[in-house]
Every structure is written in C-alpha cells, then in structure tokens.
C-alpha cells in the first residue's frame, strides 16, 4: 500500500460529465481558435468574445455533475490510510462537488474572477462582462481566473513538492501534450515514485509509466480504488 499517492486529472475525466476539450471535433471549443480564447493576447484583442466563452463555460460546468471516476477519488481520500493529493489541470469543480478537498488546480477555475491590475482575486459572477469592476482597485480589467496558453501555472512549487514526496504518482484522462504537467511523470519517477496511468487510449507519455490501464475513468477509477482500499 502507497503512503502517499499523488493524482493528477486532465479533461478525458471532466469529458464523461458532458464538459469537452479543446481537442473535440464538436462542442465550445470547436467554435473558436485556442488563440482567440486561451491566451492573453487573444484577452487583449477581444475581451467580450473571451467572456462570452468563459461565460458559456461556466454555465456549462454549473449544471454539470460528478462522475464515477471522481466519485471514486473522493471516496480513496477520505478512506485511504496516507495521504491522497488531487492536482488537475482542470477548470471546473467537478472534484469538489464529488467530494474531493484540497484539489489543486493549477490552472485556475472557471468559478474565479481575476483583476489583471492589481491581482485581487473573486469569486465570478456566473456571467462575466468587460467593464466589470475590481472590488479592490475598481479597475475595469477583471478576466477569468484560468491560466492561458503562456501563462504559468498556479501552485507549481507546492505541487514541485508533492511530486518529490509521491510513493504514487497517477495520472488520468489528460493527453501529457500540456507543459508542465507533461512531465509530471518523469519527476515523480525521478523521486522513487511508482506511476500509473489512466486513459482512454495511450498518452504521449505513456512508455514513461510503469503501468497503464485503459477504457473510461468512471469504470476504471472505481474497480482500482476498490484493489487499493482492499
């Protein structure tokens, strides 16, 4: 049994609860460039158009609901002897609704409100607009709390550490095309830690983990927190 077990979640896992990706053919992200709305420089040019897709976003993750799969993340932390640390790279609360506490997401939340001026942040109203004011400076420069295409990702040296400390590292339902978190895996390896992958098909990184087990995380996720809970 691992003392500690470190998991990171990308979209494949949030996929299963109605929320795509930007690699689908279909849905929000295939009405628009990644560069137009996941990036700074596509803020700067048109900020009504990157609110009005965050906003449809945010309505979408509001009325989304947990899955299997983070069902049974919340289920081995709260009953897992060590510790359970969940990161995802996703934006939604998918994990918290589940039951999941603690979740780091490093890139940000489509339920937080950011002020690119002085940095105060908020919780976001459920629809967002461009001459929204800061509570704190009243700066009319308030933008989603996510993290963008070339922006760092939040609580990297927290995560730096956990990484460092894993007897387990997981990871589940993310592509690893995504710097940094594409090389989680290979710090943790680094560090000791054994490492195992969820997926619906292999990852870019897939050779890197020790083993890997495929087909949806809300059948899978289920039947390996059973094995680990015992």
Known sequence: MSDKIVILTGAGISAESGLGTFRDEGGLW????????????????DPILVHEFYNARRAQAAKAQPNAGHQALAQ??????????????????????????????????LSGALCSACGHRWQAALAMQPQDSCPHCAGTTTRPDVVWFGEIPYAMQTIETHLAEADLFVS??????VYPA????????????????????????????DDCRYGPASKTLPRWVAEILG
């Open 30 to 45: 295939a009405q628009h460039r990644i560069e137009d709305v996941a990036t700074p420089e596509g803020f700067a040019r």
């Open 172 to 177: 589940i339902g993310t592509s690893a095309q």
């Open 182 to 209: 594409a090389n989680f895996v290979q710090a943790a390896a680094a560090a000791g830690a054994r490492t195992l992958e969820f997926n619906l098909e292999p990852s870019a990184m897939a050779t890197r983990f």
């Open 76 to 109: 081995l932390a709260a009953q897992h002897p060590g510790e359970v640390v969940v990161i995802t790279q996703n934006v939604d609360d998918l994990h918290e609704k589940a039951g999941s506490q603690g979740v780091i997401h490093m890139h940000g939340t």
